[in-house]
């Protein structure tokens, strides 16, 4: 094996693990009044991460090291870039939420930046071990995390559900890939690949793809295993669970998607029937639960499963078409990076409007769209963005799933995309309840506007800009095509 160190392309996570030496070496010297510093450095060292992104994107080269096992391409940049963002929002969202949480703020921000770092790995996991690595650091600390409010009773079961399920998940995960490396010989996804060619069929490699196939259904929590994610996203800091709903299911589909798409394409007659109903069945289920939930936080919950079964959407339908996966995977990745910027924003959008409201029930929002009306208009952006409503960014995350499909073709693609249809039409409706709600419905109590903290109103102002900037110009997402192209050819 070729051990040499390409230290640009390490530099993104080389900063992020400085960031975290920096943010620990702080909360041990710091008084508590000034313990605020450490969620200054976490910041800060989110953005400067960015910079060496942005030369290796300049400079456009593919880096590889330990014999391909750690790639970093044009869609790993891509990845990157947008955990990276999304962890600089999350951020952004937390500081004045846990700021009278002075004594744990260090402890709270070195889990943050210790997820993101493993995000930052497994885009660039080119083989298994990485790939589990990134993955499992990715969500490790998020078991301690959703447990942050430790006097609040929802909040321990919100930890401890998530992490007894996500143990369980990790155990599939890894009997799958344990049994897929016993049964190749390799680990890298290229060696797998060609160790599994013209072997569809077999019983044990089927087994072995259907386990990893539940494991990461647990991690994106698609239906029949998304059961832990209404209580942990309620149970949560509201910052962790906007964290929750984009990083930490962002890194399950792009695990799953990496694995299936460059590790065992040619099993597609095992696992596109098992994604064909994993996106059925979790945009049936999340949009129908949605529409009965009066909390807003458990309604984005299961709105979130829903959007991970639109997301599933055009790769299941291009794999059991039997057509090219590229451009079905390039359409997942758009929808996912667009899901991420307009959900970070409808949670911040809550963060800001609970202020006022001192409540997460939707009847208590009436009226705050007349209280507060800048509140109120983010509201409207971001949750009919979600609705895929022109000319938000939520609209052309929709077209690329249903063009994905209609270019696959087949009759099995025809009936997804009529349920895909079907559940946009249900979206719609408990998504514009809530802006019914905030505009028209009478205020049930006397509202005191309470005004956003600055950093929280830079976060809702990064969401609004790319949402809206990404509805009039969806051409700004090219780079996620080129970027998928770059994947599929190697390079």
Known sequence: MNFEVDYLALAPELVVVGTILLVLALDLVLPRPRKYWTATVAVAGTALALLPLAAMAIEGTTRSMFDGSFVVDQFALVLKGLFLIAGYVV???SHHYIESDRYYQGEYYLLLLASILGSLVMSSARDLIVLFVGIELTTGPLYMLAGWRKGDVKSNEASMKYFILGVL???????????????????????????????AGEPLLTMAVLFMIVG??????????????????????????????????????????????????????????????????????????AIRQNNIVRL?????????????????????????????????????????????????????????????????????????????????????????IPPLAGWFAKFVMFRSVI???????????????????????????VVKTVW????????????????????????????????????????????????????
């Open 407 to 433: 270019i696959a073709g087949g009759t099995a693609t025809v009936v997804l995309a009529i349920i895909a249809a079907l559940n946009a039409v249900v979206s719609y409706y408990y998504y514009a309840r």
């Open 169 to 199: 998940s990790t155990a599939i995960l890894l009997y799958g890939m344990s049994l897929l490396f016993g049964l190749t010989g390799e680990v890298t996804f290229a060696g797998i690949a060609e160790a599994t060619a013209g072997r």
């Open 216 to 289: 990461f259904g647990f991690k994106v929590s698609a239906v029949p295993f998304h059961f832990w994610a209404p209580d942990t996203y309620e149970g949560a800091p509201t910052p962790v669970t906007a964290y929750l709903s984009v990083n930490s299911k962002a890194a399950g589909f792009v695990a799953m998607l990496l694995v299936l798409y460059l590790a065992v394409p040619d099993l597609s007659q095992v696992w596109a029937p098992a994604l064909w109903v994993l996106a059925a069945l979790s945009m049936t289920l999340g949009n129908l639960s």
């Open 440 to 491: 028209m419905d009478p205020a049930t109590t006397d509202l005191q506007v309470q005004e956003p903290a600055g950093s929280l109103r830079l976060a809702l102002g990064v969401a609004v800009v790319l949402t809206v900037l990404i509805g009039l110009y969806p051409a700004a997402t090219t780079f996620v095509t080129e970027a998928s192209k770059v994947l599929a050819t190697g390079g």
């Open 300 to 388: 984005l919950a299961y709105s979130s499963i829903a959007q991970a079964g639109f997301m599933m959407v055009p790769f299941a339908a291009a794999a059991v078409a039997g057509a090219d996966l590229e451009e079905a995977f390039s359409a997942t990745v758009i929808y996912m990076v667009i899901y991420a910027v307009m959900n970070l924003g409808a949670f911040a959008a809550v963060i800001a409007g609970a202020r006022t409201t001192q409540s997460g029930e939707i009847p208590a929002w009436a009226g705050l769209g007349r209280a507060d009306p800048r509140i109120g208009v983010l509201v409207l952006i971001f949750f009919f963005s979600l609705a895929g």
């Open 91 to 93: 951020f952004l969202m």
